[in-house]
């Protein structure tokens, strides 16, 4: 029904920047809050960043005046800029996205997960 592909992920030096996107496509009626998480070997998946509709953000203090989170509501697409970048940055990033989508007649509601994308950052 809903896929999320993210795209922009890759190796850079500590120092560094990368620009993750992630595209919501399917039978989506209304893209609600969208978000980047990440999870580093051997550690839980955590929150990144998040953006309301509206654009209200949050973001973990540990990326905060480094990382920004925007997004294209016509193109239903979420974007992480990420700045500054250390060794302790490197996980695989996944999109988020609590998506209405139409179901026959109806809209119903579900969140989504991106397949994933690996972003290391050597010292």
């Known amino acids: 029904q809903v896929q999320l592909v993210e795209s922009g992920g890759g190796l850079v030096q500590a120092g560094g920047s990368l620009r993750l996107s992630c595209a919501a496509s399917g039978s989506i009626f209304s893209v609600n809050t969208m978000g980047w998480y990440r999870q580093a070997p051997g550690k839980q998946r955590e929150s990144v960043a998040t953006i309301t509709r509206g654009g209200s953000t949050n973001y973990a203090d540990s990326v905060k005046g480094r990382f920004t989170i925007s997004r294209d509501n016509a193109k239903n697409t979420v974007y992480l800029q990420m700045n500054s970048l250390n060794p302790e940055d490197t996980a695989v990033y996944y999109c988020?996205?609590?998506?209405?989508?139409?179901?026959?007649?109806?809209?119903?509601?579900?969140?989504?997960w991106g397949q994933g994308t690996q972003v290391t950052v050597s010292s």
């Open positions: 988020n996205a609590n998506v209405d989508y139409y179901s026959g007649t109806r809209v119903s509601n579900n969140a989504y």
